[in-house]
């Protein structure tokens, strides 16, 4: 009888996974839910957000900074980045950048507040300015900060 019940199952899936990748989401929906304001709960304090369709293109560079992780972000002529790299690195990771042509940044996110992700921070602000900075929001004691 459990052989039964299992090919059975096993016919249900077989079937189902068709229909579920025809009837899945098209681009068409995922226009229409471009430019839409939605509000959600999460532990008790509410996030707004909005959905919009970005023009232009993405650029992304993974910077060789030797440990640790540093992102650029480039949309029109608008830096952003993800992580710093590591403090021992942070003269390269400025280095790089100008050689980019980079001179200000529009947003930096840290991911976690360890050095090898925030280390590179304090040269890039003294560098150039940076418009917005994001973090996890985790309070920390460390000198890092």
């Known amino acids: 009888m459990t052989n039964k019940i299992q090919r059975f199952i096993a016919f249900l899936l077989v079937l189902c996974i068709p229909i579920f990748a025809i009837a899945g989401c098209t681009n068409k929906d995922v226009a ?5 304001a939605t ?10 957000t909005k959905t919009t369709t970005p023009e232009g293109k993405l650029d992304v560079y993974m910077l060789d900074i030797g ?6 972000l480039k949309v029109g002529d608008e830096y952003s980045m993800i992580d710093t790299g590591d403090i021992e ?4 990771i400025v280095a790089q950048l100008k ?3 980079v001179t200000k ?8 507040p360890h050095a090898d992700h925030m280390g590179g921070f304090y040269a890039i602000a003294k560098a150039m300015p940076i418009e917005n900075v994001y973090d996890d ?3 920390v004691d460390n000198n890092m900060f």
């Open 32 to 36: 229409n839910a471009a430019n839409q």
């Open 105 to 112: 940044l529009k947003n930096i996110i840290i991911t976690h």
């Open 99 to 101: 050689a980019m042509g």
């Open 67 to 72: 440990q640790g992780d540093a992102i650029l």
């Open 137 to 139: 929001g985790i309070s």
């Open 89 to 92: 690195h942070r003269e390269n």
């Open 39 to 48: 509000s959600s709960t999460h532990g008790g304090y509410s996030i707004d």
